[in-house]
């Protein structure tokens, strides 16, 4: 409670203060001296910044009280609307009480304050001879038997004393430690409604949460409490094609069950003593046996497959592959496996989101990236990290038949051979990212690694499985339909002046142009399937680019005639190396 200070004590502290700032006045200009003139502006513009914090801060604590006071008069209106429409119903007649010689509890609910003679504000009278706890309150307001009670009524909340007392602790809980109060309110009630001469017994009430609270404080003296099962990730290790790959799974660790205090018990018997007036008692609280909150069963339900995806590609090539494919297959695999390396595991709470380049950072040699071919412009080029893409497309469509919400993605410029039209998604440090959010009600996993494919000794696959509470009945589908199509037909020839006719190469491929729609459905329990996500794919058309050579032919001069060479041996061709 605070008071007024003096008139001589705000003297001294206004002049005690005035000295202060007068000498930090003192300070700062001698130190400012020292400043240069950007740093004294600097200094200037924060004192202004921290003058306008204070301010802010001044404005919002004179709404807040603003806000508290509006709230307070709308309750009080609310109470009085109630009480009105009680009495109102009951037949009741409200009435003032007048008195020849006001007293001190009449005269101060007269807001004036005066004996104009003027009615006083209207008041529920209790009817005559009613008692609450033993206490008259008969022909009295209802304001002025409230504060009477209050004051009978403190000496009883004061003498709460449970005692707990077994093996584990001995402990007595006050008031305080249950938020112990008397429901006035409802003994007001029941009086303003009773017969004349009624007797009133005002039912102690306690607060749910601080006796939880004091009793989980309890709870914690006793030993062997129950352990929950536990959920970890480990890892099988395995090579392919001599590198060394690690596949993720889920271990579930069995809890124990333990012993705890038997709270319901404990709350039952305290609202018993206090419902029956007996606010002192000791008893001793029985200790049951605990089961774990969290079982394997309920793990395994928070980490449920809901989807799988895989895709597959070339890391090596045989003997008659080409030895430029060879290397660019080669790169691709090295930044695969580097990007699944760093995708292994990934976990999102509920709400989180996740950025494909923020993870694998920057993509560049220097980091560690091979040269490989990536789609460019109308073509392919060799970049760093060549490849990746695969991963995130891999991603993508694991996460669309899981029902997880795609915050950013876009199709390459050229379809990808090992998805679906449409579904491929492509990512380019500091320009094109893919990302996606939890969308879900608990923690999602992803799963992100590299196996050998079965049909060939020269591919891998790159599998994402994602996992997430369990949604029984529930299934994500997804299907894509070919709005139109583009056929590239006209190849597009150009002329090099430095080569001879003879001289025809193919420097582009060509690509048909096609719109494609994807869709995801979304069905439960195998019902009608409703469409959650779609997405307009649109490829441009690509043609056929050759090179022909123009440069005149020259004419042929005499020639020796030349000397007869060996017969070479006959050699296998590039198709019989292929196995």
């Known amino acids: 409670m605070y008071t007024r200070e003096s008139g001589s004590h705000r003297e001294t502290s206004k002049n005690t203060n005035t000295k202060r700032t007068a000498a930090g006045s003192a300070r700062t200009s001698a130190a400012a001296q020292d400043l240069t003139p950007e740093e004294l502006a600097a200094r200037r513009a924060a004192a202004r910044k921290r003058a306008a914090a204070r301010k802010k801060a ?13 709230a307070g008069m709308f309750l009080a209106a609310v109470v009085l ?32 304050g005066g004996s104009s003679g003027d009615p006083a504000p209207a008041s529920g009278t209790l009817p005559k001879g009613v008692s609450v706890n033993g206490v008259q309150v008969g022909e009295m307001t209802v304001q002025n038997a409230r504060a009477l009670l209050e004051q009978s009524l403190e000496g009883a909340l004061d003498s709460v004393a449970i005692t707990l007392n077994n093996q584990y602790f001995n402990t007595t809980l006050t008031r305080q430690d249950i938020g112990a109060y008397f429901d006035l309110d409802a003994a007001l009630a029941e009086a303003d409604a009773a017969q004349r001469g009624a007797e009133i017994n005002v039912p102690m009430r306690f607060d749910q949460d601080r006796l939880m609270q004091a009793l989980s404080a309890l709870n914690d003296k006793v030993p062997g409490h129950a352990t929950n099962a536990a959920l970890s990730i480990a ?48 008893f001793s609280p029985s200790v049951t046996v605990s089961e774990p909150a969290v079982t394997v069963d309920t793990l395994k339900k928070a980490t449920t497959k809901l989807s799988s995806f895989s895709t597959v590609y070339y890391f090596t090539g ?18 695969i496996s580097k990007g699944i390396g760093l995708m292994n595991v990934i976990s999102l709470k509920p709400g989180e989101s996740f950025s494909f380049n923020k993870k694998t950072g920057d993509r560049s040699e220097k980091n560690g990236w091979a040269m490989a071919n990536a789609i460019y412009d109308q073509g392919y080029t060799k970049e760093p990290g060549g490849g990746i893409c695969q991963v995130s497309t891999t991603m993508y469509n694991a996460l669309l038949l899981a029902g997880v919400e795609i915050t950013s993605h876009r199709p390459h410029t050229i379809p990808s051979d090992y998805v679906d039209l449409g579904f491929d998604a492509t990512v380019d440090y500091g320009h094109i990212d893919f990302r ?40 994500y589908s997804t299907r894509y339909e070919i709005v139109s199509e583009d056929k590239a037909v006209n190849p597009e020839i150009k002329y090099d002046k430095k080569q001879y006719p003879d001289y025809q190469v193919k420097t582009r491929n060509a690509h048909d142009g096609y719109v494609v729609n994807t869709y995801v459905d979304r069905s439960v329990n195998n019902g009608p399937a409703q469409t959650v996500y779609s997405y307009t794919a649109t490829y441009k058309k690509i043609e056929e680019q050759w090179v022909y050579g123009t440069k005149p032919t020259p004419t042929p001069g005499p020639t020796k005639t030349p000397k007869p060479t060996r017969t070479p041996k006959t050699t296998p061709t590039a198709e019989s190396y292929e196995p």
């Open 58 to 70: 001044k404005q919002r604590k004179r709404q807040r009280r603003i806000f508290l006071t509006a």
């Open 81 to 112: 609307l109630v009480w009105a429409v009680v009495r109102l119903v009951t037949g009741k007649r409200t009435s003032t009480v007048v008195d020849a010689t006001p007293t001190a509890s009449t005269a101060s609910a007269d807001p004036t």
């Open 235 to 282: 890892y099988d290790s395995y090579e392919v094609a001599k590198t060394t790959y690690q596949k993720p799974k889920f271990v579930y660790t069995d809890g124990a069950n333990g012993m705890q205090l038997d709270t319901a018990a404990v709350t039952a018997q305290v609202e018993s003593a206090l419902n029956s007036g007996t606010y002192q008692l000791s």
């Open 318 to 335: 045989s003997k008659s592959t080409k030895p430029e494919v060879v290397e660019n297959r080669q790169g691709r695999d090295a930044n």
């Open 436 to 475: 996606f959010k939890n969308n879900k009600q608990s923690t999602l996993y992803l799963f992100v690694y590299i196996t050998k494919n079965k049909d060939s000794s020269r591919k891998k696959e790159i599998h994402v499985d994602v996992y997430g509470m369990e949604e029984p009945g529930v299934k």
